[in-house]
C-alpha cells in the first residue's frame, strides 16, 4: 500500500494563478483532511471530508476550496494565489472508527511557494 | 474550543539523556490525545495515543505520555536520548462526539535536537 500520496511535491506560482493540489490514499478510509503547516504555528485545518460526498470548514479555510471526487480522492485548490498562502500543505486520512479516536495517517506534504 | 499548548518551540539533549517534551491542553470535555513526529522533509506519523483506559501510554521508539487529568497535560518522555530522535514534535488533541468529531487540534511544535 502507498498509503497517502500528495501531488506535485513542490510548486512555485506567481500571485494569482490558480492550481489544484492532489491527494489520494488506498487504504479505504472514510475520512481525509487538508491542513497547512507554517513556522511556529503548528497545522492548521483547512477543510475536511468526514465522508464520500461532504466536506466542511476547517479553521482557516478563506481562499480554498475542496472536492471530494470519490473515496480515495480529496483535492485542494487555491483560486487565485496570495503570498500568504506560502506553505507546506498536508493531506491526511482516517478511518472514522466509531469504537475509538482514529489515527490520521499523513501524506508527505506539497510545499506551494507564492511570489 | 480546544486548544494546545506546547513548552518550547526547542528542546535540546545529549545523546543518552532523558527527553521530556511538554504539552498543556484545554477542552470542554475529556479528550483523545496524540503525539505525532515529523522528520525533515517527511509527513507526520503517529507516536502514540490517549483514548480511554491506562493513563501512561507507550508508543514506538520507546516514547512514552502520561495523560493527567488534573493537570490537562500529557507529557511526552524517553528515558535515553537517541541521535535519531532528532525531529519535530507535535502534540495533538481531538473532541470525542459532537461536531468536531475527527479533527485534530495541534500545538506549535517542538523541535528536538540530540547532540554526540
Known amino acids: 500500500n502507498a498509503g497517502v500520496t500528495q501531488t506535485p511535491k513542490f510548486q512555485v506560482l506567481k500571485t494569482g494563478q490558480s492550481m489544484t493540489l492532489q491527494c489520494a490514499q488506498d487504504?479505504?478510509?472514510?475520512?481525509m483532511y487538508w491542513y497547512r503547516q507554517d513556522p511556529g504555528m503548528g497545522l492548521r485545518l483547512i477543510y475536511y471530508?468526514?465522508?464520500?460526498?461532504?466536506?466542511d470548514k476547517g479553521e482557516v479555510p478563506n481562499g480554498y476550496n475542496v472536492s471530494r471526487l470519490n473515496k480515495r480522492e480529496f483535492s485542494l485548490r487555491l483560486e487565485s494565489a496570495a503570498p500568504s498562502q506560502t506553505s507546506v500543505y498536508f493531506c491526511?486520512?482516517?478511518?472514522?472508527?466509531?469504537?475509538?479516536?482514529?489515527?490520521?495517517?499523513f501524506g508527505p506534504g506539497t510545499r506551494l511557494l507564492v511570489l | 474550543a480546544q486548544s494546545v499548548t506546547q513548552l518550547g518551540s526547542h528542546v535540546s539533549v545529549s545523546e543518552g539523556a532523558l527527553v521530556l517534551l511538554r504539552c498543556n491542553y484545554s477542552?470542554?470535555?475529556?479528550?483523545?490525545l496524540f503525539w505525532y513526529v515529523q522528520y525533515p522533509n517527511q509527513g507526520l506519523q503517529l507516536l502514540l495515543k490517549?483514548?480511554?483506559?491506562?493513563?501512561l501510554v507507550k508508543g514506538i521508539n520507546g516514547f512514552e505520555a502520561e495523560f493527567k487529568k488534573s493537570e490537562t497535560s500529557f507529557h511526552l518522555t524517553k528515558p535515553s536520548a537517541h541521535m535519531s530522535d532528532a525531529a519535530e514534535y507535535f502534540c495533538?488533541?481531538?473532541?470525542?462526539?459532537?461536531?468536531?468529531?475527527?479533527?485534530?487540534?495541534f500545538g506549535q511544535g517542538t523541535i528536538l535536537t540530540v547532540h554526540p
Open positions: 491526511a486520512s482516517s478511518e472514522r472508527n466509531r469504537g475509538s479516536q482514529e489515527t490520521q495517517y
Open positions: 487504504m479505504n478510509h472514510n475520512s
Open positions: 471530508s468526514a465522508s464520500e460526498g461532504t466536506t
Open positions: 477542552s470542554s470535555v475529556p479528550p483523545y
Open positions: 490517549y483514548t480511554t483506559g491506562a493513563t
Open positions: 495533538a488533541v481531538s473532541e470525542p462526539g459532537g461536531t468536531s468529531y475527527g479533527k485534530l487540534t
